[in-house]
C-alpha cells in the first residue's frame, strides 16, 4: 500500500487539544474547520463516493486519511492514485457485462486490486481531459454493478476523490461532463485555504513542532509566542504544506526547545502596493486666504502688464494698500 504523507502524528494531534478541535490526524479550532469536522464525522461511516475540494496544499489527502480513519473498516487498504492514471484507457480491459451495454472491467487495474474492501483516493480529477472523464464515469458504473452483484470483495468500498478546483464551476463552464459532476459532488467537502483559518495557525505551528521532534529526536517544545506575529500575517500561497516547511526549517535552525522569529526562514510576503502618487491641489481648492488675495492681484497686475498704480484702481484701493496686501501675502506664503 502506498504511503500517505501526514503533517501531524498518527494519534491525537496534541493532549492539550480538545477533542472538538480535532478529527483523526487533523486539527482545527476556526469556525470553518469544526464546521467541516462536524460535517466528516455524520458522513465518513456511509459515505461511497465523495470529493474533497481545496486549493494545493490545504491537507486534501489528510482528510481523505481521516475519512478513512473514520470509516467501519479503518484497517483495510488506503490506496491514493491519480485520475489521469487510473483512467489511462491504454489500461482497460472490455467484457461483455450485460446484454444491453459493454462495461470496462477495472478489476485487473493495480488500484483497483490494492483498495479491494477499503478506499480508493483519485487525486486531480480535475485534471481529466473529455475521454478520462467517461473513464472515470465507467468506473463509478463498474462499481454499482458490483455491488448489484454483491462481489463486494472486488472492489473499494470508499472512493474519495480530490479537486483542487469547484467541481461545479467546471461542470457550469463545459470542462466537466454534468452527469459526472453529479456523482461527484453529490457529497462534497470543500478545505478553507490558510489565509482564511489564520486562528489555526498557532495550533498547526505548534502540532508540526511536536512531530518533528518525534520524528528527528530533536527536542523542540514548540514556538515562542513572539513567532506567531509573522506567521498569522503571511498569507499562505502554499497552504499547510508551506506552513509545514516553515517550521520545519526553523525547528532545525533554532539552537534551544522553543522556536524564536529569528529562527523563522523568510517568509516571500506580498509586495506592499505601491504610493499612490500625490496630486498638486488645485489652487482654486487652496482655503487660505493671503494667498487667494496673492492671486487675485497677480491676476490684476498681469492684465495691467505690472503697473502697480493701474492695478490699485482696478482693485479700489490705495498704491500703499496694494503694496501692504503683496507684503502680507508674500510673508504667509514663506511661512
Not at 470553518?32 to 486534501?60: D, S, V
Not at 478553507?192 to 498557532?202: A, C, G, H, N, T
Not at 490705495?318 to 501675502?329: E, V
Request: charged share 20%; aromatic share 4%.
Amino acid at each position: 500500500m502506498p504511503a500517505v504523507h501526514s503533517i501531524y502524528p498518527a494519534a491525537a494531534p496534541r493532549a492539550n487539544c480538545p477533542p472538538e478541535w480535532s478529527f483523526g490526524p487533523m486539527a482545527g479550532r476556526s469556525p470553518a474547520m469544526l464546521r467541516l469536522f462536524n460535517q466528516m464525522r455524520h458522513i465518513a461511516a456511509h459515505l461511497r463516493i465523495a470529493t474533497l475540494e481545496g486549493e494545493r496544499g490545504t491537507g486534501k489527502l489528510l482528510a481523505a486519511q481521516a475519512l478513512h480513519q473514520f470509516s467501519p473498516a479503518p484497517g483495510s487498504p488506503f490506496v491514493p492514485v491519480a485520475a489521469v492514471r487510473l483512467c489511462d484507457t491504454q489500461q482497460s480491459l472490455m467484457l461483455v457485462a450485460d446484454r444491453v451495454a459493454s462495461r470496462t472491467d477495472f478489476s485487473s487495474l493495480p488500484a483497483i486490486r490494492q483498495s479491494a474492501g477499503g478506499t480508493l483516493v483519485i487525486t486531480q480529477v480535475d485534471a481529466l481531459n473529455s475521454a478520462q472523464q467517461i473513464r472515470l464515469l465507467e468506473l463509478f458504473q463498474w462499481t454499482d454493478h458490483q455491488h448489484i452483484q454483491r462481489n463486494l470483495d472486488l472492489i473499494p468500498h470508499r472512493i474519495i476523490c480530490l479537486s483542487e478546483r469547484s467541481l461545479r464551476k467546471l461542470a457550469a463552464t463545459a470542462s466537466l461532463r454534468t452527469d459526472l459532476a453529479n456523482r461527484l459532488t453529490a457529497i462534497r467537502f470543500t478545505l478553507p485555504p490558510l489565509r482564511e483559518r489564520r486562528e489555526d495557525i498557532p495550533l498547526l505551528a505548534d502540532l508540526i513542532a511536536a512531530r518533528f521532534s518525534a520524528t528527528h529526536g530533536k527536542p523542540v517544545r514548540g514556538l515562542d509566542p513572539l513567532a506567531f506575529a509573522p506567521l498569522i500575517e503571511h498569507t499562505w500561497p502554499g497552504n499547510v504544506r508551506e506552513l509545514e516547511s516553515v517550521i520545519q526549517s526553523a525547528a532545525l535552525a533554532c539552537p534551544g526547545q522553543w522556536i524564536r522569529q529569528i529562527d523563522l526562514p523568510p517568509l516571500n510576503l506580498p509586495p506592499e502596493p505601491a504610493p499612490q502618487p500625490q496630486t498638486c491641489p488645485s489652487p482654486e481648492d487652496d482655503p487660505n486666504l493671503d494667498r487667494a488675495i496673492l492671486r487675485h492681484i497677480q491676476k490684476v497686475l498681469t492684465r495691467v502688464d505690472g503697473n502697480k498704480l493701474r492695478a490699485a484702481k482696478l482693485l479700489g484701493i490705495s498704491r500703499s494698500t496694494l503694496y501692504r496686501l503683496l507684503d502680507n501675502a508674500a510673508e504667509s506664503t514663506a511661512s
